[in-house]
């Protein structure tokens, strides 16, 4: 029984600070970069020299045309919102189903070497079983196939 209690008061604890924590400072582009990803932490960035390096997304075309493909592509994930999308600049937050974790991403499309430029952390934790790295993986792949069919 105390075995059940601990888990409870653990997960409700999680799921408090999970819903609470509020947008990270920081994030936007500064000077063509995103904020570097901290040590230790659950963020890939297509900016990172580091282990939390992951590939930009390939893209072509004009920048309205891109970024809404870019934005329907992200709404079409689960748990997604589009935050900011002010040129080619756009932010989303992604709500896990179940904790109700936020991971921040942001893409930056430039356009004159073909790429999203993109950043994904989690606001809380440490263990996040490579979820960042895949979200991005998954934007790859839907934003790909939307854009060739």
Same mark, same amino acid.
């Given at each position: 029984?105390?075995?059940? %209690?601990?888990?409870?008061?653990?997960?409700?604890?999680?799921?408090?600070?999970?819903?609470?924590?509020?947008?990270?400072?920081?994030?936007?582009?500064?000077?063509?970069?995103?904020?570097?990803?901290?040590?230790?932490?659950?963020?890939?960035s297509s900016q990172a020299t580091d282990e939390h390096h992951?590939?930009?997304?390939?893209?072509?075309?004009?920048?309205?045309?891109?970024?809404?493909?870019?934005?329907?592509? %992200?709404?079409?994930?689960f748990g997604s919102t589009v935050v900011v999308m002010d040129?080619?600049?756009?932010?989303?937050?992604?709500?896990?189903?179940?904790?109700?974790?936020v991971e921040d991403m942001e893409c930056y499309y430039d356009?004159?070497?073909?790429?999203?430029?993109?950043?994904?952390?989690?606001?809380?934790?440490? %263990?996040?079983?490579?979820?960042?790295?895949?979200?991005?993986?998954?934007?790859?792949?839907?934003?790909? %196939?939307?854009?060739?069919?």
């Open positions: 029984m105390k075995h059940y %209690i601990a888990l409870f008061l653990a997960v409700s604890t999680l799921l408090l600070v999970g819903c609470s924590v509020k947008t990270p400072e920081g994030l936007g582009m500064r000077d063509g970069r995103f904020a570097a990803c901290a040590q230790g932490s659950n963020c890939v992951i590939a930009p997304i390939a893209a072509r075309g004009g920048l309205d045309v891109v970024m809404v493909d870019l934005a329907n592509a %992200i709404e079409s994930m040129g080619p600049y756009l932010r989303a937050e992604f709500t896990s189903g179940v904790m109700r974790f356009q004159g070497r073909g790429v999203i430029e993109v950043r994904c952390a989690s606001r809380v934790g440490r %263990i996040d079983v490579h979820a960042s790295r895949n979200r991005v993986e998954e934007l790859r792949k839907v934003f790909t %196939i939307r854009r060739s069919s």
